[in-house]
């Protein structure tokens, strides 16, 4: 029925579906969380602020993403479920309006040896086109990972039957037989494995976990191939033959029945084919001094089998379009066309764009995946999300913008935006103001750090957290300004024809007695000359440079701050000496540990198909140690007592009074200048975040006798109200007579620095030249760099 011109129209009602418009968290207590309440609205950019371990990652990692992933999984079979790691609830009263969540985090790339950024964004697999000429197979002919397979043998054909029929199965694969598609043949050298002038009685294996007596060293002396007491060097032909390569035998040693199989291939299985980063320290240090890692001759460190190689489209081979700039990948692939297979091709484009769009055009797809930063492997893992025909979507990001430029903060900020403005969630944890500045919603959390945190201190719009009075507000718009003064070098560390990656020849004098700051673009090659030229620069640097990367730390969950410094030592000597007692009392991964629990402090029940469960220990009510133990006291605390305080807290007991220990008192020093006094001792290494895990590194290394210090992008998960407190640390270093030189794309740091070498103009092979070398002040004059015109903006020049 028609209406009446002029008459009211009523505005339909709202759909009940459009009103679940916000994710609600209340009652959030996950590590350092107090009863955290908030909502969040989707389909809107929140960004996630405050200190670095003020629980930003508690609440959108440990609570929402974690609490998203174990109802997805709940959603499969139970039988599905075993094979899934379980997830226990994260401490939190309600959670609604949850989305899917995927969590794209700095967690490094798998350092598989066959994993490079083309087979880990598939770009790999869409290269594998059936257009090479000549033809020599399907696309598994071109994959590195797949070995050509040829075996025949009878099968029987039917049941009940003797009746067989001689088949034959045959698969072409892409693996270089040589190499089996690692790139790289390893060679042992002997002399590490063993010393010949000795017999196996007398202990001739070195390699570590051989020595006499235990089940390595029993298969080789019971095996009856050698005579245990004649020296190696002494063994005939066949021994020798028996004692390094003979293949695996099935035999009976001492009552036992075994395997025995040659000490090389033995090795080999046991240690090489693991992740070196993966090894115990003492595996790794062997590793290194007995192993020699060479490009395999027969690839020439493509990966590829010859017929592989052969096989070209316009005379590019797979290995030469791997092997190229993604940049120029995707100018290549631009110019093919080939009906037959278009909607590849157009896919294929759209993968290697967004390389390019992303900032990473730089890389190859040959590059190993475990060889990139913490921050390139998040943009990375961000490729396969950009093209997502999915929406609805919660999307976590931690820190995107680390190892950025300036100049490629925008470029990130315009991809969060795409991804907002799909109809997703986008809830992002970062320090940068250029990034808080585009949120729809901002949540400032604090006001300190760990058990000074855990609350929500601010919740709306950039402008309200301006003037909303918090750390973070109040921060928001330092700006550093450039030093009136610099200090002058008081020597060069000359380094000369460097070609390290996408080094370009570059010859340049690094000043020392100062705090120089290497500069520029992601991928100009700034790592590549710090990290490629200056170990083994020890005469030069005149004691030696400490290097402080951005290799993760390992640690279990049995690691903590005070075990990984070294300062458990002297505390426990100090509780062993004030008691009569023996110092393994007071650990708890050795005699001093609870029974019950193991030292752990909690109890961890697996539950086959259900989620696990770490439950407290109620023999030790958490403490870790056994009652006895806690009986024995320093300065009236007992062990105890003395890992759940604060490194503050520590510096002042071990300081004086009856507990004064100089030696842990160093190393406490060294962590509360680094900006860690907040953490407790005891608190485990898999709590802390990736500013805390960088920071607690730097100050292990604070006490080793370098000359030169560097660092990687030390300002990597600091707070705006941090950097300062850093610039003082690095100030104090310069000070104290040594050289600091520090990689790094903070302003704040550039405008600091006594000396600075840029490096550019562009990434990859656009870069790898040193495109200005000055103080800051000529570099914001000069404005002849990209790294130029962010500074000069930055310091409002």
Known sequence: MSRAPGTDTQAPAPHLADTHDLIRVHGARENNLKDVSIEIPKRRLTVFTGVSGSGKSSLVFDTIAAESQRLINETYSAFVQGFMPTLARPEVDVLDGLTTVIAVDQQRMGGDPRST????????????????????????????NVPSVRASGAITVERGTKKAVKATYSRTGGMCPRCEGRGSVSDLD?????????????????VPGYKPGGWNFRLYSGSGFFDVDKPIGK???????????????????????????????????????????????HIREFVDRAVTFTTCPECDGTRLSAAARSSKIQGISIADACAMQISDLAAWVRGLTEPSVAPLLTTLQHTLESFVEIGLGYLALDRPSGTLSGGEAQRVKMIRHLGSSLTDVTYVFDEPTIGLHPHDVQRMNDLLLRLRDKGNTVLVVEHKPETIAIADHVVDLGPGAGTAGGSVCYEGTVEGLRGGGTVTGRHLDDRAALKETVRKPTGRLPIRGATTHNLQGVDVDLPLGVLCVVTGVAGSGKSSLVHGSLPGQSEAAGGGVVSVDQSPIRGSRRSNPATYTGLLDPIRKAFAKANGVKPALFSANSEGACPTCNGAGVIYTDLAMMAGVATTCEECDGKRFDASVLEYHLGGRDISEVLAMSVTEAEEFFGAGEARTPAAHKVLERLADVGLGYLTLGQPLTTLSGGERQRLKLATH??????????????????????????????????????????????????????IVDLGPGAGHDGGRIVFEGTPADLVAARSTLTGEHLAAYVGS
């Open 235 to 281: 063994y005939t032909k066949r021994e020798l033959h028996d004692f390094l390569h003979r293949e695996p035998t099935r035999m009976k040693i001492e009552g036992i029945n075994m395997t025995y199989e040659g000490l090389i291939p033995r090795v080999q299985k046991s240690m090489l084919a693991k992740d070196r980063e993966a090894m115990q320290p």
């Open 117 to 144: 950024v083309g087979t880990a964004t598939d770009a790999n697999a869409m290269l594998r086109s059936r257009l090479g000429t000549p033809h020599i197979g399907p696309p598994g002919a071109f994959a590195f």
């Open 190 to 206: 002997l002399t590490q494995l063993y010393d010949d002038s000795k017999s196996l009685s007398e202990g001739a294996l070195t």
């Open 702 to 755: 604070m006490a080793e006798k370098g000359g030169v210090y560097v660092l990687d992008e030390p300002t990597a998960g600091l707070h705006l109200a941090d950097v300062e407190q850093l610039l003082g640390l690095l100030d104090r270093l310069v000070d104290s007579g040594k050289s600091v030189i520090v990689v790094e794309h903070h302003q704040a740091v550039m405008a600091h620095a006594d000396w």
